[in-house]
């Protein structure tokens, strides 16, 4: 049996250009991995500029990278420094280089990115597998519509690094669900390193002290309406309070997540709607947002990845409503657990209708909770990366050398 009392180090690469996803995926890896293992240690390296803002368990921490934001044309710039983006890069990359050389992982996990930011993880990933280091790739289990993903994938060229660099690629999805590598030419001994682990389910955080207090006066249950990182959810936020507008006697109030990442003057506008509304209330964000969806009637969302795997883990009744710009990614996936009857979908063209929408809030609590349909594997994710990383762990942890004193 594998000895779990040496200590490890596992290091999570997130490039979290912006909005919550990754970041959250990637905390709830290390928050699961630590729990069973008191002998681990993980250190996520992260862009996003809210991570200082959730709680991690004891020997879980992170490095803040400087930030990245996408610009509509599709191009990158600096969040928030004056820097030009070819400086931002070098900086982001010798920090990530030289924590990796430090940290010295046994196990380094890169999520969705294969060679990072522009290439930023590159060195490191080479450095590492010089090292020894066993390196993943996490895909969640959908990336994009095929063509577009072939598009781009043609333009990044990965496939060399996916062959050379990582010994394992690990799909956070079921195949009856999505491939998310659908459309890409993978040789033969790239698809035998990818493992489909099942969604990551969810559990309840154990919150204390000012956290207990809920953010809503709701004596009754209500629709939450999460936009996750809300900075492409106004459109959601509209269609639901134009359905509200117009039909004042919904029997379920609604709580409005705006998420941290909305526009301040369109949150404000927002306000001023809620405002005049009985039944409506809204909050900015809470990064306890599980407490919220448990105490919920139903969810309506965009349905990004971490809020369906909420959706199931909590066995909600679910309204999905899919952005299809700047990646097909919430569209198909919200499309496909529409057949498989795990969710609802309203297309947004639907959805835009207020009468439509009001009629599809209503009957939101009375439609079946994903539960009623089996799915075998569906929630495994976090217990399938366990054993993965027990058995590409060395059995017993020798005290870390550097890197640097291995001449690296």
């Known amino acids: 049996m594998k000895d779990n009392s040496k200590n490890s180090r596992i290091l999570i690469y997130s490039h979290d250009t912006f909005g919550l996803g990754h970041l959250r995926r990637c905390r709830a890896i290390a928050q ?3 729990a069973r293992r008191k002998g681990l240690s993980v250190l996520i390296l992260s862009g996003s500029p809210i991570i200082g803002s959730f709680d991690f368990r004891s020997r879980v921490d992170f490095v803040r990278i400087p930030g990245v934001i996408k610009l509509r044309n599709g191009e990158y710039s600096s969040l928030s420094l004056h820097m ?5 890069l070098e900086l982001r990359a010798s920090i990530i280089q030289h924590t990796a050389k430090v940290f010295n992982p046994d196990l380094f996990l890169v999520d969705k990115e294969p060679l990072g930011l522009r290439g930023e993880i590159y060195q ?8 020894g280091t066993r390196c993943v790739l996490g895909l969640r289990d959908v990336m994009d519509d095929p063509v577009l993903l072939a598009r781009e994938w043609r333009r990044k060229n990965p496939l060399p690094a996916l062959r050379d660099l990582y010994d394992d690629i690990w799909v956070y999805g079921l195949p009856q669900i999505c491939n998310p590598l659908a459309g890409i030419d993978l040789p033969e001994a790239i698809k035998a390193k990818m493992t489909y682990t099942g969604y990551l389910r969810r559990k309840l955080p154990q919150i204390t002290g000012q956290s207990v207090a809920s953010p809503c006066s709701f004596d009754e249950p209500y629709l939450l309406v999460t936009t996750g990182g809300g900075g492409d959810g106004e459109q959601l936020i509209h269609q639901v309070l134009r359905a ?3 039909d004042p006697g919904m029997p379920y109030p609604a709580l409005l997540v705006f998420g941290p990442f909305m526009a301040p003057r369109r949150r404000e506008r927002f306000c001023k709607r809620v405002e005049r509304l009985s039944r409506v209330q809204a909050i900015t964000f809470d990064t ?6 448990a105490r919920a009637a139903g969810i309506v969302a965009m349905g990004g990845y971490n809020t369906f795997c909420e ?5 909600k009744p679910a309204l999905i409503v899919p952005r299809r710009r700047p990646r097909m990614e919430q569209y198909i996936r919200a499309h496909r657990a529409h057949e498989l009857g795990l969710v609802t979908m309203l297309a947004d063209d639907e959805a835009r209708t207020p009468h439509l929408m009001a009629a599809a809030l209503r009957r939101l609590p009375h439609q079946p909770r994903p539960s009623a349909v089996f799915v075998p594997g569906l929630l495994d994710g976090l217990d399938n990366i366990q054993r993965m990383v027990d058995a590409g762990m060395p059995a017993a942890f020798e005290p870390h050398v550097g890197l640097a004193a291995r001449g690296v």
């Open 32 to 34: 699961s991995l630590v």
């Open 84 to 88: 030009d983006i070819s400086e931002l």
């Open 124 to 131: 490191t990933l080479a450095m590492l597998r010089r090292a």
């Open 244 to 246: 509200y507008e117009v």
């Open 288 to 293: 306890n947002v599980e407490q919220l969806m």
């Open 311 to 315: 959706i199931l883990s909590l066995d």
